[in-house]
């Protein structure tokens, strides 16, 4: 597994708005950035993550305590 620093700031801020339950376009609108980058970001951080799943993905990052959950 590649080391939490590893991630992006950008790769952070996507990975949060998905824990906040926003879609990719949602992200996007929040991010200012496309869905295509945002679809690209989140491609991006799951093997980042050694993960294969959304949901795994965000079991990962809370674990990692890179988002949190409330």
Do not use: F, W, Y
């Not at 990719?24 to 050694?50: F, Y």
Request: proline content about 1%; hydrophobic content about 35%.
């Amino acid at each position: 597994m590649e080391d939490s620093t590893d991630l992006t700031k950008r790769e952070l801020q996507v990975l949060n708005c998905i824990a906040r339950g926003l879609s990719n376009t949602g992200t996007a609108d929040e991010l200012g950035i496309s869905a295509k980058t945002v679809e690209t970001h989140r491609s991006n951080l799951m093997p980042k993550l050694s993960v294969h799943s959304s949901a795994t993905l965000l079991m990962k990052s809370v674990k990692l305590g890179l988002i949190s959950v409330d």
